[in-house]
């Protein structure tokens, strides 16, 4: 299993340039989450899916749209990414059985930059 | 809304000795889960210990322990025997108990150096 793969690894943009940023799990998870990273700081969720077919916004979802495309992959995109998006961003999973403890496993990071 | 805080932006500790890493937060839930997470410089993010809040006793994963007051909303990390793989960034997080969301509250981090 490779878990939560993402893809690219690094990425750097120009001001107003748009760019979507995949994610793909093999666990079979029903949930799924974007979380950005800026330094000095924990993550922060920008949005999560709760199952295939839903989307919902987190702490931060300005200037973000997403996709669940299937159960596997949930995307992101950067519609025109301005430089207060120069971050790392992670995608994470879980089952998410009601009641239950449900781990978020997380993908490795990428690296944005906007200059 | 919950919040958590980590107060102690940095820390070091010589290798083999015990460095503990303090934790509070907020929330008006009864029932929530809270973790500590490692990040090495590869910026992985790897769970290293989960503490459900109806269970007293303080959960404990090899050289890993926790201190948990509910009634004070403290979660302190106690690593025994520091290892230079410890290295690394420390986040405490917080998430409701049940929640179909799974939503994740971090705090702010802390960055553990463990010196030989």
């Known amino acids: 299993n490779a878990g939560v793969t993402q893809t690219p690894k690094f990425q750097v943009l120009k001001t107003g340039q748009s760019m979507t940023l995949q994610c793909a799990q093999d666990m079979n998870h029903n949930s799924m989450y974007w979380y950005r990273q800026d330094p000095g700081m924990g993550l922060r969720l920008i949005y999560y899916s709760a199952s295939e077919g839903t989307t919902d916004k987190g702490e931060v979802p300005n200037g973000y749209n997403v996709s669940r495309l299937n159960k596997r992959e949930f995307s992101l995109r950067l519609e025109s990414a301005a430089p207060s998006q120069t971050s790392v961003y992670f995608c994470?999973?879980?089952?998410?059985?009601?009641?239950?403890?449900?781990?978020?496993?997380f993908g490795p990071g990428t690296r944005l930059t906007v200059l | 809304a919950q919040t958590v805080t980590q107060s102690q932006p940095e820390m070091s500790v010589q290798e083999a000795e015990t460095v503990t890493l303090s934790c509070t937060y907020d929330?008006?839930?009864?029932?929530?889960?809270l973790f500590w997470y490692k990040q090495p410089p590869s910026r992985q993010m790897i769970l290293v210990i989960r503490?459900?809040?109806?269970?007293?006793q303080n959960a404990t994963e090899n050289r890993f322990s926790v201190n948990f007051q509910k009634a004070a909303k403290s979660f302190s990390l106690k690593i025994s025997d520091s290892q230079l793989g410890d290295t690394a960034m420390y986040f405490c997080a917080f998430m409701n108990y049940g929640g179909s969301q799974g939503n994740l509250i971090f705090g702010k981090g802390t960055k553990l150096s463990v010196k030989p």
């Open positions: 503490q459900e809040a109806y269970k007293q």
């Open positions: 929330t008006s839930e009864n029932n929530y889960y």
């Open positions: 994470a999973s879980s089952v998410s059985l009601a009641g239950a403890y449900n781990e978020q496993f």
